[in-house]
């Protein structure tokens, strides 16, 4: 049995290695690439993922797979080998089902469909896309088809983003999260604005990239082992579990954007860092879906990057940096500022309390495309009712529109949106669960130090990687499954006491 799992996990070291090194040049692709190098790149990525899926695919690790199943069923479930012979048994099972040139085929067509796009937003051609949108949408549902007997046919989509759960599940916490949202929103937004008009003055950049390193730091993010670089769109990426490197932008005339997507990079990647590095360069060292990796970015970017304490702490600090933008700027305005509430067009820069309504368009508007009960067509209008009647707002193109988002034209259509909802339910759920064990973390986060927090959340999340499935690590966590209340009374306290609730 040892010498078989050896060999699974020096067929699997293969396959990982093939997968960072095209982490290598995607990385470089958003960052440092002359546009020259778009062509060769993108054919030199496509070639490295179809030797990883044929690697993975080959039939030699079903076989090790079958033969390890005894020794598997020997060990208790959360034991490091039974875990990572079931989770690749999982991903080897999902994989096989979809055949290598579909793979291959929809890959390439994401390609050109992405690429189009960065022209076509810009232009507010929609038209444009319209044929390639319907390719995507036909694509997403054989996809889905080659995983028989679902409830709906999002399911296997959204499985493969956030395991274990399913369109109605989802939508049931949606419908429970909304019913709370809605009257939150219209209590706030029936109060005048918050004047965020701090944040909007200019701000070099060289100055809020030293601040926000500053913070990360702090944090424990470990520039030993990662790095910060620019881009357009930014992202967490890991080549090894020693080497995690997250991407920002600035925008010299807005504080608010590079800072907190500084901090949202930093939590995705601490959760990588933070991985048990036993599990170097086999699946169990990621993390394990979609919402829990978006549950630690929104943790330190919003529980902890927007909350009143840790400005008492870093205010100063970021009046020292800037004087002329905040000498005569109370904190009280300036924390007011960040956690401004509006009804707005853009998912990305939307706030805490209106962000989950975003998701919730998209999730309908994904389950209905796959449904058929709304064509590619009618998308552009479609959208534009669900804002009104969700946001009460109206995007002047479709630019500001059905285009704002990559997913769609770089992946497929379905489980690409219910994660960030899911995260942030999670980023409540787990924080309350932190704040049970050490009642002091906040105090502790007003004074600057983050200890106590970031060492919980490595001890119950971080380690374990994709050892456990969302649902399992949310058991062991809070001792129940998923719920919202969590969340839902961290934004009620917090929103309450910003706007006199
Ligand atoms: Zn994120």
């Not at 079958?66 to 598997?72: A, I, M, N, S």
Request: hydrophobic share 35%; charged share 25%; aromatic share 10%.
């Amino acid at each position: 049995m040892e010498a078989k799992l050896q060999e699974l996990k020096n067929r699997l070291a293969e396959v990982d290695d093939l997968g960072h090194a095209n982490a290598v040049l995607a990385w470089d692709q958003q960052t440092y690439m002359p546009p020259g190098g778009a062509a060769a790149r993108g054919r030199q990525m496509a070639t490295l993922s179809r030797l990883a899926h044929e690697k993975f695919t080959d039939p030699a690790i079903g076989r090790l797979l079958d033969d390890l199943r005894p020794y598997e069923e020997s060990l208790p479930y959360d034991s490091d080998d039974a875990s990572l012979i079931r989770v690749t048994r999982r991903q080897y099972e999902r994989d096989t089902k979809v055949p290598a040139e579909f793979v291959g085929a929809l890959n390439e067509h994401a390609a050109i469909t992405y690429q189009a796009w960065t022209e076509a937003r810009p232009a507010n051609n929609f038209m444009q896309m319209r044929p390639m949108l319907e390719t995507t949408l036909d694509y997403s549902r054989r996809l889905a088809d080659y995983f028989p007997g679902y409830d709906h046919i999002a399911d296997p989509l959204i499985d493969f983003a956030d395991y274990g759960m399913k369109a109605a599940d989802v939508r049931r916490v949606f419908t429970e999260l909304r019913e709370q949202l809605v009257p939150l929103v219209r209590a706030i937004t029936s109060q005048p604005p918050a004047d965020d008009s701090c944040l909007k003055q200019h701000y070099p950049e060289a100055l809020q990239r030293q601040f926000g390193e500053e913070v990360i730091r702090a944090f424990g993010y470990d520039f030993n082992r990662g790095r910060q670089d620019k881009t357009h769109h930014p992202f967490m990426t890991k080549f090894s579990l020693g080497d995690v490197r997250i991407t920002t932008r600035f925008n010299e005339n807005d504080l608010g954007d590079g800072l907190f997507s500084t901090l949202h990079e930093s939590g995705h990647a601490m959760y990588e860092q933070g991985i048990n590095p036993a599990y170097e360069a086999t699946p169990l060292a990621d993390g394990t879906s979609a919402g829990v990796h978006e549950s630690q970015s929104r943790t330190w970017e919003n529980i902890v990057g927007r909350s009143r304490g840790f400005w008492e702490h870093f205010y100063p600090r970021l009046q020292q940096i800037f004087p002329d933008q905040l000498r005569n700027v109370p904190l009280d305005t300036f924390y007011r500022a960040i956690n401004k509430v509006q009804r707005s067009l853009i998912r990305v820069d939307a706030d805490e309390v209106t962000y989950n309504l975003h998701v919730m368009i998209r999730f309908d508007i994904e389950l209905q495309l796959l449904e058929g009960t709304l064509t590619i067509r009618d998308l552009p209008e479609a959208w534009h009712a669900r804002y009104e009647s969700d946001l009460g707002v109206t995007a002047p193109d479709d630019r500001d529109g059905v285009l704002q988002d990559v997913h769609w034209y770089g992946g497929i259509i379905g489980g690409a949106f219910q994660g960030y909802t899911l995260g942030n339910i999670m980023s409540g759920l787990f924080y309350d669960a932190a704040l049970k064990a050490h009642p002091n973390i906040p105090a502790e986060i007003a004074q600057g130090k983050f200890g106590t927090l970031h060492g919980w959340l490595r001890e119950n999340i971080y380690q374990h990687g994709a050892k456990f499935t969302a649902s399992e690590l949310i058991e062991r966590v809070t001792g129940g499954p998923l719920r919202i209340e969590p969340y839902i009374t961290y934004l009620k306290t917090k929103y309450g006491d910003l706007y006199n609730l």
